[in-house]
């Protein structure tokens, strides 16, 4: 039988990737996303996912979510926001995350995806250039070559060298980008350093937030309330509201001069449906947990910082990470794989994340802790990391 060409090319490359053990499978969720899931039938303890705050199944939420929705149905919005999308919930939402913030605007997102590629192609004209840090999430990466400009990007975290790119001259408009903590590695950016880098600089900033809103700073308000700094007008933060507010969409936070140039001329703003008005009257909801989730945010603390002693004392090898992204670095791809299947069979699931997505020889277990963990649950956590050791003969301490 004759293969068509499109057949042989799409059989191949899909051969290659499972030869290169890259292919991803989707695990099967049949619980709610809480700390214990069902996954393929089984019943594990999660550290799979970025409900920070332990809000995504909270019943109370929900009811409370329903009572702020009032008329506005359960089903879609109908259209893009410019059309006949935006919703009352979609626009209180707007104004009471604008007020947690103190900023002037905020602009509505259905994913934090298309929010990254708004607050760079909205911007950016022929000749002006793009300066990344070189580990920030794959969707800013994707809308700096989306935006079609030139796109430079420097050591990860490193102002000095971000610094010296500024001082080469550019005609036109500058804009830096940086994730506020790193989501595979769970370093904050060095804001401080970074504010003091661009202080006489006539350039906008992009700070992407969505691992820091609901997590650090006063009332959760993220990387600049950790480090005490205001944000000026030529900043503009993205907060994604599928990780900590455990709901769905993003957003875009900042002057009003930035915000009405996203919503004049980001295409992924304008040619997209918006929302469901009921995920806008979630995360009102979630909102109100979040600013008075100090208590959330000082036992997620609590867990984070148990865990990090539990398993500096067994020999494991963390990174400079306070945050709930908490990876163990094994190097050896096929390490991280084979604790990963320990782990799961003795009902733990922590994600083995390999090469593309870090660099070659840095693969490591990625635990993300939530604030509806317990000690107990950690406490069970380092003793099958420890029988992980045992029988890979590797990381004891002695
Ligand atoms: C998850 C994530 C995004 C994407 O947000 P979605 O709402 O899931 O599309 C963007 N940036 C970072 C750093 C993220 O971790």
Redesign the pocket.
């Known amino acids: 039988m004759h293969n068509h060409t499109w057949q042989t090319r799409l059989t191949q490359r899909l051969s290659n990737q499972r030869e290169a053990g890259l292919w991803r499978d989707r695990p099967l969720m049949t619980s709610a996303p809480a700390a214990r899931v069902q996954v393929n039938g089984k019943w594990l303890i999660s550290f799979a996912s970025?409900d920070y705050l332990g809000l995504a199944a909270d019943a109370s939420l929900a009811a409370e979510a329903l009572a702020l929705n009032a008329d506005a149905g359960l089903g879609g919005s109908s259209a893009s926001h410019v059309l006949a999308g935006h919703h009352l919930p979609h626009h209180l939402l707007e104004d009471e995350l604008a007020d947690w913030l103190g900023v002037e605007r905020v602009l509505l997102f259905s994913?934090?995806?298309?929010a990254?590629l708004a607050v760079q192609t909205a911007f950016m004209q022929q000749g002006d250039r793009l300066i990344h840090d070189k580990l920030n999430?794959a969707?800013?990466i994707d809308g700096a070559l989306l935006s079609g400009v030139n796109f430079k990007r420097y050591p990860h975290n490193n102002m000095a060298a971000l610094a010296r790119r500024l001082l080469q001259p550019n005609a036109c408009l500058t804009m830096v980008v940086t994730?506020g903590v790193f989501?595979m590695d769970g370093d904050v950016v060095n804001l401080p350093a970074m504010l003091d880098a661009l202080a006489d600089k006539d350039v906008l900033l992009v700070v992407?937030e969505?691992?820091s809103f609901g997590v650090l700073g006063e009332q959760g308000r993220g990387s600049f309330s950790h480090f005490k700094r205001k944000a000026k007008p030529n900043v503009l933060r993205?907060g994604?509201?599928?990780?900590a507010f455990g709901s769905?969409?993003?957003f875009v936070a900042g002057s009003g001069l930035l915000i009405d140039t996203i919503a004049q001329f980001a295409r992924s703003y304008r040619y997209t449906t918006a929302q469901p008005p009921y995920q806008a009257s979630f995360t009102r909801a979630a909102l109100r947990r979040v600013q008075q989730g100090d208590h959330l945010r000082a036992h997620l603390n609590r867990l984070i910082t148990h865990f990090r002693a539990g398993a500096k004392a067994l020999g494991l090898t963390l990174m400079p990470s306070l945050t709930p992204i908490q990876p163990i670095l094994l190097n050896d791809n096929a390490r991280a794989m084979r604790w990963q299947q320990q782990l799961w069979d003795a009902g733990f699931w922590l994600p083995a994340i390999r090469p593309p997505t870090v660099p070659e020889g840095t693969a490591r277990l990625r635990l993300s802790i939530c604030a509806n963990h317990t000690i107990e649950q950690i406490e069970q956590l380092l003793l099958e990391l420890q029988k992980c050791q045992i029988k890979d003969g590797y990381g004891i301490n002695h």
């Open positions: 970025n994913s934090g995806y298309l990254n999430h969707s800013l994730d989501s992407d969505a691992h993205v994604t509201l599928g990780k769905s969409g993003a």
